[in-house]
Structure formats: C-alpha cells, structure tokens
C-alpha cells in the first residue's frame, strides 16, 4: 500500500490526494509525529529531508516534494493523463504550478499566522491582512487570464493546472478572499469543487479546522515552531512583518527549513 505522509491543512499535500484520487490509486494517509515542531523522526524523515509534508512512500521509494510526486505519480500512473501534450501547454501548467507553490501559497499562509497563530493583531495584523488582500487579487486576476474562454486550467479536461490552483484558491477563500463573484475564475472554482478528489480533500480539510482556534496558546507555550522557509518569510517581511518574524525568533517559535538529518 502506498502510505502519504499527509497534513489535511496542506496545500502541497492536497495537490498529491487530488492527483492520486484522479487516477484511481490507493493510499493511505498518516500524519507525521512531530509535524510543526520540526522534531519528526523515522521513515517520514528519512522520506523527507526537509521534515515538511507531503512525503510518499511506495515500497522501496521514497518521494518528497509535491510536484516531484505528481512527476512521480504521472510517470508511473499514466492514465488518466493529467499533463497535456505539447512542450508550450506542459510548460504553462508548470508555470500555474509554480506561481501557486511558492508566492500565492505564502500569502494564505501568511493569513494562518495572523489568525490562528497570532503573530500581529491590531493595526499590524489590519495591514498585513490589507496588503494579503490585494496580493490575493492581483494573482486572481493572473489565474483568470491563464484561464482564458477555457473550463479548465489544463485546457478541455481537468489536469495539472487545475489541481495545482484548487489547494490555494480554496484557501483563499476560506481565509475571505474568494474570487470576484460572476467572475470565470469563480465559475472554475464551482466546477473544481464539484469533483470528487477535490470535495474529499476540502472534506479533510474542513474535518481539522475546528481545532485550530485553540492553536495560539500552543504557539505561545513554545509547542510549536512555526517554518517560516523561502517564500513565507519574504511574505511576512514585504506585508510589514519584519517585527514579526524577531519575535519569533526571540521566542524560539519559528525556525527555517533544517538541513538533511
Ligand atoms: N516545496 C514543498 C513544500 C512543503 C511544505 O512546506 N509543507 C509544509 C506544510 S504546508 C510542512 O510540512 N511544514 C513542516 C512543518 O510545519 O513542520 C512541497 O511542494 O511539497
């Protein structure tokens, strides 16, 4: 049985459900002990160097990184194709891929930090969210044009594109920041979220929410230790949360991608 280590509330990992549950394969999910602290040991660390979700494991091979396991998964399962053909559209679903992995991803993120975690409140935390709330529409309006006249992101049939933006868009959304309404791009999102790999990880998702309004303290108490690598911490010092990310580190509640083990 392939096992993905898995965090319902990632969107990398999302990506990796939605791709396996398109092609009919089956997994099971397991949620690393030490996830959030930075302390994760055996197979999921030896799975993942970076000690970061999602990480799968099929018999002697081990894969981390969303999109080299949907590389992974759409060499070995080849049917139904969630690449198209042609070297330009590949390269344009990539594109979509990478602009959400890394920029749009931080901003939501970003908005979990201030609102779950705590990290700024008051006039700190109303700027940051003012500023992810434009950044947020301008990468809508980027999507609505990478949509064109088309149903789907990959073009005729749902693919690659298209559950690479589900995760994030998603997020947005449930952070406040839908897509204009009547726009296309809410249309796609409507579409999107009627298929069955999609709504499941939503499900998942939704299942785990609850729990974190209790997750401040924690933070506070020093039991978690927050990942701020690459892009979320660009975010948070470009949005005006510099002052943020010293405390943090004063605290001892954030930490940045460990090197492997
Ligand atoms: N580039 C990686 C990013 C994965 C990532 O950042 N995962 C986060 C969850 S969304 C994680 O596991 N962080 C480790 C932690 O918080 O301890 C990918 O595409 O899979």
């Known amino acids: 049985?392939?096992?993905?280590?898995?965090?319902?509330?990632?969107?990398?990992?999302?990506?990796?459900?939605?791709?396996?549950?398109?092609?009919?394969?089956?997994?099971?999910?397991?949620?690393?002990?030490?996830?959030?602290?930075g302390g994760a040991?055996?197979?999921?660390?030896?799975?993942?160097?970076?000690?970061?979700v999602p990480a799968l494991i099929d018999g002697e091979t081990k894969v981390f990184d969303s999109t080299i396991i949907l590389e992974y998964i759409e060499d070995k399962w080849t049917e139904p194709a969630l690449m198209p053909t042609g070297p330009a559209e590949r390269a344009r679903q990539r594109?979509?891929?990478?602009?959400?992995?890394?920029?749009?991803?931080?901003?939501v993120w970003g908005?979990?930090?201030?609102?779950?975690?705590?990290?700024?409140?008051?006039?700190?935390a109303a700027r940051m969210e003012q500023a992810a709330g434009e950044q947020i529409?301008?990468?809508?309006?980027?999507?609505?044009?990478?949509l064109g006249d088309a149903d789907w992101f990959a073009g005729e049939r749902f693919g690659w594109g298209d559950l690479c933006a589900a995760p994030y868009v998603n997020g947005a959304a449930g952070a406040g920041f839908a897509p204009p309404a009547n726009s296309k791009l809410s249309a796609w999102l409507e579409r999107v979220n009627g298929r069955e790999s999609v709504a499941a990880a939503n499900e998942a998702t939704r299942a785990v929410l609850g729990g974190m309004q209790q997750v401040a303290e924690t933070v506070d108490a020093g039991m978690f230790k927050r990942e701020y690598r690459d892009h979320r911490l660009e975010w948070t010092i470009r949005s005006g949360g510099l002052e943020i990310v010293q405390a943090g580190l004063a605290k001892g509640n954030i930490r940045f991608t460990p090197p492997p083990a």
């Open 111 to 124: 908005l979990g930090e201030i609102r779950w975690f705590k990290r700024a409140e008051g006039e700190l």
């Open 1 to 37: 049985m392939i096992i993905l280590y898995d965090h319902p509330l990632s969107p990398y990992a999302q990506k990796v459900k939605i791709a396996l549950d398109e092609k009919g394969v089956a997994y099971e999910t397991r949620i690393p002990d030490g996830i959030g602290v």
């Open 137 to 146: 529409a301008a990468y809508h309006r980027w999507l609505e044009a990478q």
């Open 95 to 107: 594109a979509i891929e990478e602009m959400l992995d890394t920029h749009f991803e931080a901003i």
């Open 41 to 52: 040991r055996g197979d999921f660390a030896d799975a993942s160097p970076r000690l970061e």
